[in-house]
């Protein structure tokens, strides 16, 4: 939960975390904990897919806060997971969240917490 969680981050700021599925049910606390420390991000594993509960209107503004700052990863849990992979992507275009929001947390800030993968180093030139 949120409060192990914060005291863990508490005690090893440095530690990198990815909370899964956007720390649900707790969305705001980890939200928020993802806000206050640096090295925390959330994944999108099973969220804004309809299996769990939505993210209060009122978390929006902190999600889309977070996902242009690097915060919100995509995360699939492939394929592990109780609906058809294709349905994780529309739900994040249906947020509304614009174009480059989606961009980030699709592709710019799992690359910029991993690196880019194989195939995009070798199509880049490098």
């Known amino acids: 939960g949120p409060g192990p969680f914060g005291a863990l981050m508490a005690r090893y700021p440095a530690l990198t975390a990815i909370v899964a599925h956007m720390g649900a049910p707790d969305y705001g606390p980890f939200l928020r904990l993802a806000a206050e420390h640096e090295r925390v991000a959330l994944d999108t594993t099973m969220i804004f897919t309809g299996f769990f509960a939505p993210i ?8 889309r806060d977070l996902g242009l700052a690097g915060k919100i990863l995509l995360g699939s849990d492939f394929p592990n997971i109780p609906y058809p992979y294709a349905r994780q992507l529309p739900g994040l275009a249906r947020l509304g969240l614009g174009d480059d929001w989606l961009r980030r947390v699709c592709w710019d800030n799992p690359v910029r917490m991993f690196g880019p993968p194989p195939s995009a180093q070798t199509a880049g030139g490098g």
């Open 56 to 63: 209060p209107d009122s978390e929006m503004p902190l999600v």
